[in-house]
């Protein structure tokens, strides 16, 4: 009566006892209990009340072994009829229930959660999860008024999950599990397995189905291909477009499948990279403190609507990637916090386990079932969805123990080092089984220190990701283009320096939304100069990005140089579209993406230095850079930058190949808002330069970026 037993489904049910059936029911508020038997829908007994408690029982008259029943349940305002969720079996099969012990369950997500199932002909719900120090595990809900005393759960041995099958519940119905810690304490906790989630402020679990498995494609593994053109638009969906005549309320799902992908389509991106989708309770943490792993926000709709909008994408050749933390999670009360009333999922000493710069609990990586956990969500995201690969959240912060900690405030590894060695298992194990299951898959690390091999094979004593985010180059490059151009003389190496490292790792080159948030400012607003001079700079210098070395990632908005720093709050600033100096910039990404996308030499060898070669990193007083890009057949692309507003005619520049080179890309052409200094198709003049056999005389235009190739 007091939800204190550790093993319901031994007194619940029907049980043998002295060689005659005897079946028990614990149904609070129930003023009389008949026992029907399903298969003639006779009433066979009527359950008694013993001693004025709610447990109500009968023997079974003339019958000797088990059937199936149901009982009728008086409530005083009302009768019905259900079926005891005591008497059915055990759900997990013996081998889940092992290999989620031990860890090595690729697809917890299966098994523990919520399921829509019917056992022996009755439709209901199996509800398992894992709380090994609880004393007892509810499922509640509506259907049983959040009653902890009934649908306790039954306890699978040492492994700490408890199962329960609820008849008659089925998908959209709202859940909870009600814990009794050992203190008895009672906790009600969302469903860290649940697949759908009410939307903030409520924080309910509800019933959904596991989505169908998305098959593997070679179509997809081609697209994400480290020789392949990636260029990523990172959004944030709640204000990547707002509706205005509506409340100003987000797009859902569906819309966004019909405008974002349709928008990233026409600007020739290849991939939209989604900031997190999983549910979070609080709006401005962007999605960076997700309280449900497995479920889609329902802020933009269903997981239905959330997969469509997967697929909408794949049908326009648009891969989706989303960003995913593993790194920690939010301490709110019906999330993983002391899950059970111990430290569950989070390491009890907060040297370990709290994270002081986003006041959040750090994952505990050496616990075998914790892992599971995370790694299993990786793999969800991609077989369930669809996903075309996971950027990990603040990897730096998960490999080191001393990140972002005064000495005394971080516990060394067990050989006396700050590398957490448990969080760099973990990741290693979380790429090894998503390559191994879904290849055609990417990871990639947003990790901002100088830890080796993060992008190489497991088996060359790496990390295992397909790339790593360049957060160098991000933080070099943008500082130098914040400088005044009669300044960048002396910064000269800011644009180089990240050449010497480019192909140690095979990078992405980031402007993602931390660039243009926290008082930094958008993207343009950092350029120097009036307006001409700004906008020039920005085009130089995505220009320069595109010619670059490494994948492209631009945030929202910076596409059409937003003018004020992003705003999660509100929509991005359309109208700015008018005006044809932000049109201007829209109009050269989609070029940019266009070129990128045509011309191997820029994209095919991306992480491999043969792919590269400067022409002169070395002119420093005219502020120009120029240099190669090698597809493998030797087509190549001729890159030049100059990031002064002073045009310089006459430049001369060696290259390898003889011929008729013509403009493929300027951004100083009027089209973009620049002030046409172009050149006509070159012919190559014998007179070598830089140590190359033959050399070209051009005009390089002023704060701008041109792209030459071989006319054939």
Known sequence: MHGDHHDPFSVLGMHRNHGELVVRALLPGAAAVDLIDVKSGRRLAALKRIDGSDVFAASVPRRKNPFAYRLRVDWGSHTQELDDPYRFGPLLGDLDVWLLSEGTHHRPYEQLGAHPAAIGGVAGVRFAVWAPNARRVSVVGDFNNWDGRRHAMRARGASGVWEIFVPGLAAGDRYKFEIKSQQGELLLKADPFAFRAELRPDTASRVGALPALVPSSSMRRAANAL?????????????????????????????????????????????????????????????????????????????????????????????????????HFPADAHGLARFDGSHLYEHADPREGFHQDWNTLIYNYGRREVLNYLAGNALYWIERFGID???????????????????????????????????????????????AERPEAVMMAEESTSFPNVSRPLEMGGLGFHYKWNMGWMNDTLRYMQEDPVNRRYHHDKMTFGLAYAFT????????????????????????????????????????????????????????????????????????????????????????????????????????????????????????????????????????????????????????????????????????????????????????????PCSLSLTVPPLATIMLALEH
């Open 505 to 692: 790792e095979n990078f992405v080159l980031p402007l993602s939304h931390d660039e243009v948030v926290h008082g930094k400012g958008s993207l343009l607003a950092r350029m120097p100069g009036d307006d001409w001079q700004r906008f020039a700079n920005l085009r130089a210098y995505y220009g320069f990005m595109w010619g670059h070395p490494g994948k492209k990632l631009l945030f929202m908005g910076g596409e059409f140089a937003q003018e004020r720093e992003w705003n999660a709050e509100r929509s991005l600033d359309w109208h700015l579209l008018e005006r044809p100096l932000h049109a201007g910039v829209q109009q050269l990404v989609r070029d940019l993406n266009a070129v990128y996308r045509r011309y191997p030499a820029l994209h095919q060898l991306d992480v491999e230095a043969r792919g590269f070669a400067w022409i002169t990193h070395e002119d420093r007083d005219n502020s120009v850079f120029s240099f190669i890009r090698k597809a493998a057949n030797g087509d190549a692309v001729v890159v030049l930058s100059n990031f002064t507003p002073v045009p310089r005619h006459g430049y001369r520049i060696g290259v390898d190949q003889p011929g008729r080179y013509a403009e493929i890309l300027n951004t100083d052409a009027t089209r973009y808002g620049g002030s046409g200094l172009c050149n006509e198709p070159l012919q190559t003049e014998a007179a070598g330069a830089h140590g190359r």
């Open 389 to 435: 690969g996971l950027r990990v959240d603040a990897v730096a912060s998960m490999l080191y123990r001393d990140y972002s900690r005064k000495e005394g405030e971080w516990i060394p590894n067990r050989f006396g080092g700050r590398e957490n060695l448990e969080a760099i298992d973990f990741l290693r194990r979380v790429n090894e089984v998503v390559c």
């Open 227 to 327: 020789g392949a053109p990636v260029s990523i638009y990172e959004a944030h969906l709640g204000s990547w477009r707002r509706v205005p005549e509506d409340g100003d309320r987000w797009l859902g799902y569906r819309e966004l499948a019909e405008q974002l992908v349709a928008y990233a389509k026409d600007l020739g991106f290849t991939h939209i990279e989604l900031m997190p989708v999983s549910e979070h309770p609080f709006d401005g943490s962007w999605g960076y403190q997700p309280t449900g792993m497995y479920a889609p926000t329902s802020r933009f709709g269903t997981p239905e609507d959330f997969r469509y909008f997967v697929e909408t994408a794949h049908a326009e050749g648009i891969g989706v990637l989303l960003d995913w933390v593993p790194g």
